[in-house]
C-alpha cells in the first residue's frame, strides 16, 4: 500500500518515520522507498534532482532553486541509493556524478505516489464546510488581542482560511480602521471604488449596494478579473430597521448541488459565465468565468454568483442552455436556503471579512430611518495565508 | 447555417442587419430569428427575459439586473413574437404577460446558438500572438502624448491587449515615475515587494532579482494567487555592460508546444503545479496551479514559468511524472528559443509593460562596472481592459 502525505507526515512524530529501505527501480529512473511504519513511495531520478536542496541548487538565503530544468541531464539516473545515519536518503546521481541527501519527513511530506482524486469538486482538508449551524458560535476575536498577540492573530486568521468567514469585534469607531484590520496580515486591493469604499444609502447610487434595498447572497465584483479575494465590511454606526447580514458558504452550497442534481454541478463547472459592470463613467468591466471554478485536478477553487452583474451568457451551447438555467436556478435557490444562511447583526466596532472567492454575502433590506453605516475593502488572499503560514511555521496559532 | 457573432456583427453596417423573421420554435421555449444578411440563430425563452432591457429588469443608470433568476417564472414561454418598426423583435412572455423589445444588433452580438470551439489552447481574436519579428518595431509610444491624448492612450493600451506588451519611452527620470503611468489606466497592486520595488544589485538580496546575475525567462510571482496581472519595469539608470531585456510570448511558445508535442500540452494544462517563496522573514507564499492553465471551455487563459521558485510538484501520478517532466523540459526549452525572444536594451525614461498571465520577460547578466537601476510595479489588468473598452466605447483607440 502506497502511504499518501497525511499518512507520511502523521508518521513523523514517531521513530518509524525514518527510510527503512530504498531500492532503485526502472532501471535508475525512480527509487523505491519503504518508511518504518510500512508505507512506501517510489520518486523518480529527475524530480529528485530538481529538488535537490544543496547550497548549489537552492539559493541558502532566500531558498530560490539557482538550476533551470535544461540544467538536469535528460538521461539522469541513480548510480547507488543508500540510507543516511538520520534515517534519510542519500543517492548518487549519473552522468553528474552528483551527491544529494534528504531527510525522511521532507520527502515524506512530498509524496506523489498516491491514487489521484477523482471526485471533482474536493477540497483539501483544511477547509470545513458549514451551513446555518455555525451560527451558534459566530468564529472571530477582538481587535486588542489579534493585534497585539501573534498567537491570537493566527488563530483568526486560521478561521479564514477555515471557515471562510470569520468577524470581529472591538474596532476602534472611526472612519477607515478596516484597513488598520487587513494591515494586520497583508494588503488592501486598490479598485475603481477606491482602497475602500462607503456602505451606505446614496441619491442616485452608481451601485445597488449603495441603497437600502436588500441584497442577495452573492460574491462581490464577478466582473473583475482577478476577482477580489478577501473583502471585509466594518460597521460604524447600525441602528435602522433590518438591515442584517448573512453569509452563506458558497462551497457547501456546490456540494448540495452536485449530490441532488450532479448534472446541474458539471454545467455550472464546466461552462464559464459572463459578468460586467459599467455603472460609473469610466468603468467597462468584463469578466468570463463559470460559476462554480475547477482547477484541471477537479479542486472547487472559486464561486461567482451576482445576479446584478451577471451579463448575457454567450458561452453555452445552444442545446444545454435550457439546462444550465435550471442549474444556475437551483444552485440560487440552495444559496437562498435559510439552512444554510448564517444570520447576524453587525454592531458599531464590528466588522466580518470574507473569502470572496467561496463566500457569498447578502444583507436584508432597511428602512430609511436612524442610520447604517459600512465601509468596505478588498485585501488580498496571498497575504492572508501567507502570514498565517509564518505565524504556524513560528509555532504559533492552531 | 447558423451566423457566428462576427458575420452578426460585421452586417450591422448594412440594412440586411434587420431581423427578417421569428418563428416560435419548441412549442415557445425558443425563437428562432433570420436576420435580413440570411443568418439566422435560436434563443431561449428564458435567457430573453433574464436578459431583457426594460427599466423593471435593469436599472436605467448603472445597468445591473433588478432581478434574480428566482423571479423568472420556471415555465416561461413565448405566446408571441412580432418584429418591430427598426427591424428588432417584440415578444410576449407568458406566465407573466410580460413585453420586452430588443434590437437586432444587440441580439446579434449575443448569438451563442453556434458551434463550439473545440480545440484547447484558443484564444480570442483580438489577440495576436508572435514570434522575435516583433522585435522589428516594438509596439509602444511616449509618454507625454499617451498622457495627454485619450486616443493614444487607447492605442497603447490596445497594443497591451493584443500583444501582452508595450513599451513607453520619454518618461520623467525620477523615482516613482512608474505609479503615474499605471494611473493613467488602474491601480497598482501592493504586495510584499511594496507598491513597487527597486530592481538593482542588492548586497544580501532577498530575491535574486535584485542580484546582476541573469534571469531566465520568467512570469512573476507565480507563487502569488491571484498571481500579478501586469508588470511595468521603468528604467532610471542603465549603463552597465549587459543588463538587456527580453520578452517572449508565451501563447505563442504554448502553440509550438501544443504543435509539435500536444501530449505535452495536455500535461502542462491538466495537472497543477506548486510554486512557492519565503525569502523573507514573515512571507511564506504559496500557490497551485498549472503552468498552462485554461478555462473550462479550453480558452488559453495564463502561463506561469518560473524555476526559482517552482516547489516540489506533488499533484502530478507517479505514472505521468516522466513525461510531465519531458513536457516542462520542452516548454522551457521552447521558451529559451531565440526565434521567440524579443531583446531590446532599455535607457533611462524609458519603460516596458508585460501581461504577466501571458509574456514572460528575462535579462541578460551584467557586469557591476556602471550602474542598472530599473523600477518595478504590478497593476492589475482589469483596470487596463476597463479603461480601454470605455475609451473604445467612447469612439477613441484602434
Known sequence: MLAGPEAAMSALATAEARIAEARIIEGGKAVRLTWGDGGAARFHAIWLRDNALDPETRASGNGQRLIAIADVPDDITIAAARLTEAGGLALRLMPEGKEIVFAADWLGARVYDRPARNRAGWTDNSLIRWDRRLGAELPGGGYEEIRSSRQALGRWLASVRRYGFATMSGLPRRSGALLEVAELFGYVRETNYGRWFEVRAEVNPSNLAFTNLGLQAHTDNPYRDPVPTLQILACLENDVEGGESIVVDGFKAAERLQEEMPEGFELLSRHAARFEYAGAEGVRLKAKRPMIELGPDGELIAIRLNSRSAAPFTDI????????????????????????????????????????????????????????????????KDGLLSTLAAIEAEGGAG
Chains 1, 2 share one sequence.
Do not use: K
Open 317 to 380: 451551447p445552444y442545446d444545454r442552455m435550457q439546462a444550465y438555467y435550471r442549474a444556475y436556478r437551483r444552485f440560487s435557490a440552495l444559496i437562498a436556503d435559510s439552512t444554510l444562511e448564517v444570520r447576524f447583526r453587525l454592531q458599531p466596532g464590528e466588522l466580518f471579512i470574507v473569502d470572496n472567492t467561496r463566500v457569498l454575502h447578502a444583507r436584508t433590506p432597511y428602512s430609511g430611518a436612524g442610520r447604517r453605516w459600512l465601509q468596505g475593502c478588498y485585501p488580498d
